[in-house]
C-alpha cells in the first residue's frame, strides 16, 4: 500500500501564466529564473526559491507543485538557479561562499523593483534553499519580510554533512561532495540558453575544485565555518521565520534553536515526523499536511498584512510519536501533536537515569553502525534504521524500565565518565524503545570525537589512562514510550559509516557507570487542539519514466566478507533513474556509493562515490554524459582522496581531469 498522494488543485482564485527570465546581478553575471505570475493588474508579493539543482530539470516536477499553487493564491512565485549552476551564468564556488547569499539578496531587490511586484518580498526552500533562505535573511534586504525554512541547518559545523560532534561524517560529507562534483559538471541546456551552452559547460568545468578538499582541511569548528553559520548572530535575521522539520531529518535541531533564540513575535517552528522533504509531498513517514496551505497563512500575514492566524498557534508545534516496531520505512506513524508555548518548554523536565553496574570496556567492532540508516532519509524503503539488536549486540546497553507511558521531547543528554588509553577516539549514544519482544527501534542517537570534549573549537587529545567525565547531547526527537518496554541506551565506540573512526579507536573504551547518567526531556502526557488541512499541490509536471527489465538494486545492501572480517555497504541514493520531460528532455541520472572496513582496523575505512548523468535532447541532436568517481581513504596521519570528472558531447571526451590529495586528519 503507497501512502495517499495529495489532492490536486487546479482550481484558483487567480489564474496564472509563467516565463524564464534572466536576472542581472551587479557584477553582470544572470541567473536563470522562472516567474509564475497571477493574471492582475495589480503588483503583488513575490516569493523566491533559490538553489542550485537545476530549474529546468532535476527540481522541476517538485518545482511545479508549488509555484503554480502560489501564483493561483496571488503571488508571483519564483524559482532562481544559483550561478554557476543550471542554466545561470557565472563559475560555481564553495556552497558556504558569501557570494551565493549576496546574489539572492540582489535578487530579492531585483524582484521588489519589478512592476509587478508591490516590493514585499518572502523566500522559501529546503535543505540548501532552506539554510540560503536563513542566509540571505542574515543580510537583512529591505524588501524581505518573511522567510519559510524547511530541513534546513543553522549551523554548518555541527548541524550539516560534514561534522557531528567534531567527528567527520563519512556517510555524507563523502555522499554530498560526491554528488555536488556531479552536479557541477553538469552542462547548461541549449534549450534555454542557446549555443553559448558549451562555452559557459567547459569554462565552468575549467574552474571546478572537488569540495572535499575544503571541508575536510576544516575539522574544527574555525572561521571558515563561523562565518557561514547563522547560529553565530541569531540577531542579524530581521525577517519572520517559520521552521519547518521531520523528527527523521538530521537538521531538525534546527528548528528548536530557531524558536529558542527568534524574538517569538516573528517565529514559529513545526517539526512532524517526516524524512528530508516538504510536508505535503506524501512520502513516508507521515501523516502528510497540508503544507502550503500552512505556508499560504505565514505568507498572507507577513507579505499581505492579513489576519490569518499565522502567529496564534503555540510557538512550537511538535509532532510526538507512538512507540513503533522497527522498520526502514513506515507509510504513517500514529502519534500526536503538542504545542509548546516557549522554548525550552514549562511542560519539559529533565528526568536522570542512573548508569549502574562495575566498569566495562566499550569495544565495538568497526562496523558498528551498518543499521544506521541513511543519514538523508528521502522516504525510500531502506531509509531509516532496521532493528536494533545487531547494533545493540555491539555495543554496552543499560536499560532502564518503563512504569508509566513516558513522552519524550527535545534534546536528550548523556555524562559518561570515560578512559581512554588511546589519545583519539569517539563515543557514540543511542536510545532505543525495547518492546517486550525484544525488538529494539532507534528513537535517536548522538557522538563526540573526545578530542572536542572541551569544544567543537579546538582539538586536544585524551591524556592515555586518564578517567575524565564528558557530556554531549543527541538530535532532538518526540517519541512516547508505553508502560511495559524499557529504554536501552545503548554505547559504541564505532559507528561506520556515518562517524569516520579515528586511528587507534580499536582499543575502545572503559566506562564506569557509577560516573555516568542519561537524560531524557520528558513532557507532560497532554496534547494539543492542533489539526492541519488535508495536502494539495498544482497540476503535476508530467514526466514520464520509460518501463526497463532491469531489476533495480537494493536501495542498501551489506555484504560481510567472513574470513577478511570485512563489510561492504553499497547504497543506490536513488536519486531518478531515466526520466522523459513534457520539453523534450532525456534525462538519466545513477549512482552508487560504497563504504568498507574491516571489522578491527579503524585505517582500513573506505568510501567510494559513483555517478553517471546523460542529458540527451533527440530534437536538437544534443547528447552529453558526466561520470565521477570519488574517493576517500586514510591513513594514520592523512585523508587521501581521489577524484574524476570525465565528459562527453556526442560521445567524445570533452573535458577529463583527476585530483589526488592528501589532507591532514589533525589540525
Not at 514510550?481 to 575502545?508: K, N, Q, T
Not at 579503524?602 to 555517478?611: E, I, K, M, N, V
Request: contains cysteine; aromatic residues 10%.
Amino acid at each position: 500500500m503507497s501512502p495517499p498522494n495529495p489532492r490536486i488543485r487546479t482550481s484558483f482564485p487567480y489564474e496564472t501564466t509563467h516565463e524564464d527570465l534572466r536576472i542581472p546581478l551587479p557584477d553582470g553575471t544572470r541567473l536563470y529564473a522562472r516567474v509564475w505570475r497571477p493574471l492582475t493588474s495589480e503588483p503583488v508579493p513575490a516569493l523566491l526559491e533559490y538553489l542550485p539543482y537545476r530549474l529546468t530539470d532535476w527540481t522541476a516536477p517538485r518545482d511545479h507543485q508549488r509555484h503554480p499553487w502560489y501564483a493561483g493564491h496571488g503571488y508571483a512565485s519564483v524559482r532562481v538557479d544559483v550561478r554557476g549552476h543550471g542554466n545561470s551564468e557565472g563559475i560555481p564556488t564553495d556552497p558556504y561562499s558569501a557570494v551565493y547569499p549576496a546574489d539572492g539578496a540582489e535578487v530579492v531587490n531585483w524582484l521588489a523593483a519589478q512592476p509587478w511586484c508591490d516590493g514585499k518580498v518572502g523566500v522559501f526552500g529546503i535543505s540548501w534553499g532552506g539554510f540560503d533562505s536563513l542566509h540571505i535573511a542574515a543580510l537583512a534586504p529591505e524588501p524581505l519580510k518573511a522567510v519559510v525554512t524547511v530541513c534546513s541547518t543553522d549551523d554548518h559545523y555541527d548541524n550539516d554533512v560534514h561534522y557531528r560532534g567534531g567527528s567527520v561524517l563519512a556517510v555524507d560529507m563523502h555522499a554530498w561532495a560526491a554528488t555536488m562534483l556531479a552536479f557541477v559538471a553538469r552542462p547548461p541546456d541549449p534549450q534555454y540558453v542557446g549555443e553559448a551552452w558549451r562555452d559557459m559547460w567547459l569554462g565552468r568545468l575549467e574552474e571546478v575544485q572537488p569540495f572535499i578538499h575544503t571541508w575536510l582541511a576544516h575539522r574544527t569548528r574555525d572561521d571558515y565555518w563561523r562565518q557561514r553559520s547563522v547560529c553565530e548572530d541569531y540577531g542579524a535575521i530581521g525577517a519572520a521565520v517559520l521552521a519547518v522539520g521531520g523528527w527523521h531529518d538530521p537538521y531538525r535541531d534546527t528548528v528548536l534553536r530557531l524558536v529558542e533564540h527568534l524574538p517569538a513575535d516573528r517565529v514559529r517552528g513545526l517539526i512532524g515526523p517526516w524524512s528530508h522533504q516538504y510536508p505535503d509531498r506524501g512520502l513516508p513517514p507521515g501523516p502528510a499536511i497540508g503544507f502550503l496551505q500552512e505556508t499560504l497563512r505565514w505568507w498572507d500575514h507577513w507579505l499581505k498584512g492579513r489576519e490569518t492566524g499565522a502567529l496564534d498557534v503555540p510557538l512550537l508545534r511538535a509532532y510526538v510519536s507512538d512507540s513503533h516496531p522497527p522498520a526502514t520505512a513506515y507509510e504513517t506513524l500514529p502519534g500526536r501533536w503538542v504545542g509548546e508555548p516557549a522554548w525550552p518548554s514549562p511542560y519539559v523536565t529533565t528526568v536522570t537515569y542512573q548508569l549502574g553496574g562495575a566498569p566495562v570496556l566499550v569495544r565495538s567492532p568497526m562496523h558498528t553502525g551498518v543499521d544506521a540508516g541513511r543519514f538523508l532519509p528521502f522516504g525510500d524503503d531502506a531509509d531509516l534504521p532496521p532493528d536494533q539488536r545487531e547494533e545493540d549486540g555491539r555495543s554496552v546497553c543499560f536499560e532502564f524500565a518503563v512504569a508509566e507511558e513516558t513522552w519524550v521531547l527535545g534534546r536528550p543528554r548523556v555524562r559518561l565518565r570515560l578512559t581512554s588509553d588511546a589519545p583519539r577516539g569517539q563515543v557514540i549514544a543511542r536510545v532505543c524503545d525495547v518492546a517486550p519482544d525484544g525488538s529494539s527501534t532507534l528513537v535517536t542517537r548522538g557522538v563526540l570525537n573526545l578530542s572536542a570534549r572541551l569544544g567543537r573549537d579546538r582539538s586536544v587529545p585524551w591524556s592515555p589512562g586518564a578517567a575524565e567525565d564528558v557530556t554531549f547531547e543527541l538530535t532532538g526527537i518526540g517519541h512516547a514510550f508505553p508502560p511495559g518496554h524499557r529504554i536501552r541506551l545503548a554505547v559504541s565506540s564505532a559507528y561506520w559509516p556515518w562517524i569516520w573512526p579515528e586511528p587507534g579507536s580499536a582499543a575502545g573504551l572503559t566506562l564506569d557507570p557509577a560516573g555516568s547518567v542519561l537524560e531524557l526531556p520528558v513532557r507532560t502526557r497532554q496534547s494539543a487542539d492542533i489539526s492541519f488541512e488535508e495536502p494539495e499541490q498544482a497540476d503535476p509536471l508530467g514526466v514520464n519514466f520509460p518501463a526497463t527489465l532491469e531489476e533495480p538494486r537494493p536501495a542498501r545492501l551489506a555484504v560481510r566478507d567472513v574470513a577478511k572480517g570485512e563489510w561492504r555497504l553499497e547504497v543506490d541514493p536513488r536519486y531518478g533513474g531515466t526520466r522523459v520531460y513534457p520539453d523534450g528532455l532525456e534525462f538519466t541520472e545513477e549512482a552508487l556509493e560504497t563504504y568498507t572496513i574491516q571489522e578491527r582496523d579503524p585505517l582500513s575505512a573506505r568510501t567510494r562515490s559513483d555517478w553517471f548523468i546523460r542529458l540527451h535532447r533527440p530534437d536538437l541532436a544534443w547528447d552529453t554524459t558526466v561520470r565521477t568517481r570519488s574517493e576517500i581513504g586514510c591513513e594514520a596521519a592523512d585523508f587521501v582522496t581521489t577524484d574524476e570528472v570525465i565528459c562527453t558531447e556526442g560521445g567524445e571526451v570533452v573535458f577529463h581531469r583527476t585530483w589526488e590529495k592528501r589532507i591532514p586528519r589533525n589540525p
